[in-house]
């Protein structure tokens, strides 16, 4: 079974594929190729990505039409690939979709320490690598939508929504492998791990099912304090949790939780 993986940007999803390769999968980027394309014109991703959507204001599709094709062909023809790819989901879709979440301030740390590296795009600060992620995936959700007519921040796309924020790639890489096993059994449809750390405690009543209230990409207990207190006792990384509610706001607004309940 093909695994495609997906997630806001900063999230790590490409240091998780390439560990899930060391078990014996071919990997494949569509974002490179998209990089690749940016680099050959001079120009930077996030002006690249804006290039690219403006041309589809005026019907040009030929960047996404490209990667596209490259996904489905990969996806009807491979098996035990990992794909590294914004729509891979969608145009492989008899592949385990897998979502990582991450905190906007854990994820501009990570792109703006990575852009400190030799032939990275360069920021002057976190703040200013944090504003252009936001704006590059609010970029992305509109011509996605526009294109495809698909909502790629709507969680309930995927088979497996996971938190990166406080966890490494090989732990999120193992529970990948894990939780597609279980899928592949009939355990479950559609299921969403966060880290136990990153859920704010509240007086929330007891549940044998972790509940939780999400508001612009922060997630807030409403059921299962004790769950929750045995989970960060023991140290876990990840807590399968319930979306109760789903409310706009925040600058991670952009993501839609609500079908995830």
Known sequence: MNITITGNLGSGKSSVAKIIVKKGYEFVSTGNIFRQLAMQKGVSVEEFNKQVNEAASQGDHSVDRMI???????????????????????FA???????????????SRRVFHDSLRANSESYESQETCKRALIHRQKLETVRYKEVYGIDYYDMSNYNLVIESTNAS??????EILEKMEEYQKGHFERLMELNPSSIHAMNAIDDEQISVLEKGGVFYLSKGKNQ????????NKFVTVKVSDSEPGGEDSFMNFSNMK
């Not at 790639?169 to 193992?174: D, K, L, S």
């Not at 929750?228 to 140290?235: I, M, N, Q, R």
């Open 68 to 90: 596209d094709a490259t996904t489905v062909k990969i996806g009807k023809e491979q098996d035990h690939v990992v794909i590294d790819s914004r729509l891979a989901w969608h």
């Open 93 to 107: 879709p008899n592949s385990f979709k897998v979502f990582i979440i991450t905190d906007i301030d854990e994820a």
């Open 169 to 174: 790639p090989e732990e999120i890489a193992q």
């Open 228 to 235: 929750l207190d045995k989970a960060v006792k023991e140290g």
